[in-house]
Nanobody, 115 residues
């Protein structure tokens, strides 16, 4: 079993920054892709960014140039640096990891951007 623990959400004004962290523990051998989804009220969950093990990151068009995903394989942790935040970035952000073709989710962390 893999457990994912997220941190770093909160309330920020538009134009501000936040950094999300997601640490994996447990049966972490064989982790491949890690990344972030988000879900705003009344909307479906959408991919924000992901990064394969040893590969290049992938971003949603809406966050390109503002968000940066990074990964520390030694710490089994993935980060999401969010800059120039907009009110439309308000959502619950979920970390995920893939292990042996199974997707594991974190509990989610709220990000609220005020205008």
């Amino acid at each position: 079993q893999v457990q994912l623990v997220e941190s770093g959400g909160g309330l920020v004004q538009a134009g501000g920054s936040l950094r999300l962290s997601c640490a994996a523990s447990g049966s972490i051998f064989g982790l491949t892709a890690m990344g972030w989804y988000r879900q705003a009220p009344g909307k479906t969950r959408e991919l924000v960014a992901d990064i394969p093990s040893g590969g290049s990151p992938n971003y949603a068009d809406s966050v390109k140039g503002r968000f940066t995903i990074s990964r520390d394989n030694a710490k089994n942790t993935v980060y999401l640096q969010m800059n120039s935040l907009k009110p439309e970035d308000t959502a619950v952000y979920y970390c995920y990891a893939v292990r042996i073709a199974t997707m594991v989710w974190g509990q989610g962390t709220q990000v609220t951007v005020s205008s």
